[in-house]
C-alpha cells in the first residue's frame, strides 16, 4: 500500500502533468479556497503549478474571471512582442569602426 508522503505527493503531480493533457480553470481553485485571508491569486497558482509543467506539456492554465485582460490561456508562456525600431542614425553611431575620425586608423579595433 501506498503511503501519500511530501514526496509521493509531489511524484504524483509531476506525472499528471507528463501524462496527461487538459486545462486547469484557476479561478475555479481561488474560489473554492478554503481560507479567506490566505488566498492565492490565479497568477501565484499559474507559478507554482508551472514548476510542474514541463515544456511543450499539454497542460494549459486559464484565469482572467477577475483580471483587466480577460481569460488568458497559459499565461505561463509570455506571449511574443513586436520588436522595437531602432533610431537608424544611433545605430550607425554605436558601430565601432578601425578607422577614426580624420582618417586615422584606430588600432584598437584594427
Do not use: C
Not at 486545462?23 to 497558482?45: F, G, Q, R, S, Y
Not at 545605430?91 to 579595433?109: M, N, Q, R
Request: charged share 35%.
Amino acid at each position: 500500500m501506498t503511503r501519500w508522503t511530501d514526496e509521493n505527493k509531489a511524484i504524483l503531480l509531476r506525472l499528471i502533468f507528463e501524462t496527461q493533457s487538459f486545462t486547469i480553470d484557476l479561478d475555479k481553485i481561488v474560489d473554492a479556497w478554503p481560507t479567506e485571508n490566505d488566498k492565492p491569486t490565479a497568477k501565484a497558482l499559474s507559478e507554482q503549478l508551472g514548476k510542474y509543467r514541463k515544456p511543450g506539456s499539454s497542460i494549459s492554465f486559464s484565469y482572467g474571471k477577475k483580471g483587466k485582460r480577460g481569460a488568458t490561456e497559459d499565461p505561463v508562456t509570455p506571449s511574443p512582442r513586436k520588436s522595437r525600431k531602432k533610431n537608424p542614425k544611433k545605430a550607425i553611431e554605436e558601430v565601432s569602426s578601425p578607422v577614426g575620425k580624420g582618417g586615422e586608423v584606430d588600432e584598437e579595433h584594427a
